[in-house]
């Protein structure tokens, strides 16, 4: 079986950010599988403005630790 993470190393920041953003994708997609549900529910919170901040605060968890893993990207020259 294949990881879907393999690693938190990424070449630059932007990648360190996607994959921040996918972290936050698949805790939602762990936390509830059912795709149907979570078609029904996106309505509830996609006009909902601190539901969105609290996505962005989850991904910014995220980034910072892919910065962390990745030394801040100091070995990018």
């Known amino acids: 079986m294949t990881s ?3 690693t938190l190393i990424t070449k630059t920041p932007e990648e360190g ?12 997609k762990l936390t509830q599988p059912d795709a149907v549900a979570r078609d029904r529910m996106r309505p509830e919170y996609a006009d ?10 989850v991904v910014a ?3 910072a630790t ?3 893993a990745n030394d801040h990207w100091k070995h990018v020259s």
């Open 4 to 6: 879907w993470l393999p």
């Open 17 to 28: 950010y996607n994959l921040a953003v996918k972290l936050s994708r698949m805790a939602i």
């Open 48 to 57: 909902d403005a601190a539901a969105l901040i609290a996505v962005s605060q």
């Open 61 to 63: 968890t995220h980034f």
């Open 66 to 68: 892919v910065a962390a």
